[in-house]
């Protein structure tokens, strides 16, 4: 059974820091892509930062500079540092990770965990 198992979140002020980590067990072939989406009430779920296999990495405008996605490949485990957080970056955020079976790329998503910053 495939799991991604989310931790880090809770509630801090703006300018704060938290670091979000995603384990991913059960995936039975190598996973490729491992990132982190977040959804905001009423909006709809955003790339937050991807990290690619071979170490590339990819952010959305609004987080440059501010946080910084790693992973672990042995562990299939993938961080998400944030600093200088502002009250717009408060949502739920998922942890996303793919891989391939074959042809096919295989999409696992985690529960999500609440990040809220206060004003």
């Known amino acids: 059974q495939v799991q991604l198992v989310e931790s880090g979140g809770g509630l801090v002020q703006a300018g704060g820091s938290l670091r979000l980590s995603c384990a991913a067990s059960?995936?039975?072939?190598?996973?490729?892509?491992m990132g982190w989406y977040r959804q905001a009430p009423g909006k709809q779920r955003e790339l937050v930062a991807m990290?690619?296999?071979?170490?590339?990495?990819n952010y959305a405008d609004s987080v440059k500079g501010r946080f910084t996605i790693s992973r672990d490949n042995a562990k299939n485990t993938v961080y998400l540092q944030m600093n200088s957080l502002k009250p717009e970056d408060t949502a739920v955020y998922y942890c996303?990770?793919?891989?391939?079976?074959?042809?096919?790329?295989?999409?696992?998503w985690g529960q999500g965990t609440q990040v809220t910053v206060s004003s």
């Open positions: 059960g995936i039975r072939f190598s996973v490729n892509a």
């Open positions: 996303n990770a793919n891989a391939f079976r074959g042809l096919y790329l295989d999409e696992y």
């Open positions: 990290s690619a296999r071979g170490g590339s990495t």
